[in-house]
C-alpha cells in the first residue's frame, strides 16, 4: 500500500499549483464591485493591503461611478476630492459619471481630460460648476450619449448651444430645476 506522501507527490506532478492570490484578488474585485464607490473610497478600499491594491490598481471597478445619494456626507468629507480620485483610479476608461453634491469647475475639468470615453454625466445639486468650466469641458466629450444636469444653477443659455454643437453622439438630454 503506498504511502500517503506519495499520493501527494503523485497529485502534485499530475496538476499545476493553484494561484491562490489570483483567487482572492478576482474575489476582492467581486466584492468590491458591489459596493457603493464612496463606500470603497471612504471604507473598504483601504482597510488591508490586498483590498487597497485591488481597489487602487483595477480599473474596471472605476468604470462607471456612481456618487449620487450621499447628500449627508456633503459637510463630512470632501466629495470633490474623493470624485477626482475615483477618476484617476478609472485610468482613463470611465464610460459613466454620476454625483451628487460632487462636481466643481476643478472635477468637470479633470473629467474632460481624465475620461475621453465619456458616454454618460450625470450632475446633480452641482453649485459649484460655472457656465465657462462646463463649456470647455463639454468641448472634449466627443462620446458623450447622455447628460443629465440637476438643480446647477451656474449652468445656462449658451452653455446648451455648445453642448449641442460639441456632442455629436448625444441622445438623451435634461435639464431639472
Known amino acids: 500500500m503506498p504511502s500517503s506522501r506519495s ?3 503523485r497529485r502534485r506532478l499530475g496538476r499545476p499549483p493553484r494561484d491562490w492570490a489570483a483567487l482572492l484578488a478576482d474575489a476582492l474585485l467581486d466584492i468590491l464591485g458591489k459596493l457603493d464607490h464612496i463606500d470603497i473610497l471612504r471604507g473598504a ?3 488591508c493591503r490586498s483590498r487597497r491594491r ?3 490598481d483595477e480599473p474596471e471597478l472605476w468604470r462607471r461611478i456612481n456618487m449620487l445619494y450621499h447628500a449627508e456626507l456633503f459637510f463630512e468629507c470632501d466629495l470633490h476630492l474623493l470624485a477626482r480620485t475615483a477618476v484617476r483610479r478609472s485610468a482613463g476608461l470611465c464610460e459613466a459619471f454620476w454625483g451628487e453634491y460632487a462636481g466643481d ?3 468637470i475639468l479633470y473629467l474632460a ?3 475621453p470615453l465619456l458616454k454618460s454625466l450625470r450632475f446633480i445639486y452641482c453649485y459649484d460648476v460655472c457656465q465657462e468650466a462646463f463649456m470647455e469641458a463639454m468641448t472634449k466629450f466627443l ?3 447622455a447628460l443629465e444636469l440637476s438643480l446647477s444653477p451656474n449652468v445656462y443659455g449658451e452653455a ?3 453642448v449641442g454643437a460639441s456632442c455629436p453622439n448625444l441622445k438623451r438630454f435634461r435639464l431639472g430645476k
Open 160 to 162: 446648451f448651444a455648445v
Open 143 to 145: 462620446l458623450l450619449e
Open 105 to 107: 469647475d476643478h472635477l
Open 7 to 9: 499520493r501527494r507527490n
Open 54 to 56: 485591488t481597489a487602487r
Open 113 to 115: 481630460d481624465r475620461a
Open 45 to 47: 478600499g483601504p482597510v
